[in-house]
């Protein structure tokens, strides 16, 4: 049973950064694709990026490209996702999220059965 932990959120201001990462267990890191979603209040959880098993695929919603980087360290079992430029519409909880089927691509959250707890990232103006 995989177990994903986030962390590295927090309350920043508009422009600043924040680095999230998410430490997995259990099962094997490699094989899989992980992704990055994010859920407002009132809102659907929606997807922010994903990287392929190798880390030679990347997707990215409209709303990270050019700002927001995905990235994995396969040998640490960790994916990271790098802010910066944030906005206060980036406020949400973010949650870490692996694949269903190793060695599978996809990026709808329908996709992905196994969450972390979430992390908190809130944005001022």
């Known amino acids: 049973q995989v177990q994903l932990v986030e962390s590295g959120g927090g309350l920043v201001q508009a422009g600043g950064s924040l680095r999230l990462s998410c430490a997995a267990s259990?099962?094997?890191?490699?094989?899989?694709?992980m992704g990055w979603f994010r859920q407002a209040p009132g809102k659907e959880r929606q997807c922010v990026a994903v990287?392929?098993?190798?880390?030679?695929?990347?997707y990215y919603a409209d709303s990270a490209k050019g700002r927001f980087t995905i990235s994995r360290d396969n040998a640490k079992s960790t994916v990271y996702l790098q802010m910066n430029s944030l906005k206060p519409e980036d406020t949400a909880v973010y949650y870490c999220?692996?694949?269903?089927?190793?060695?599978?691509?996809?990026?709808?959250?329908?996709?992905?059965?196994?969450w972390g707890q979430g992390t908190q990232v809130t944005v001022s103006s």
């Open positions: 999220a692996r694949h269903s089927i190793n060695l599978s691509w996809g990026t709808d959250k329908l996709d992905f059965t196994s």
């Open positions: 259990g099962g094997t890191f490699s094989l899989y694709t």
């Open positions: 990287i392929g098993w190798s880390g030679g695929l990347s």
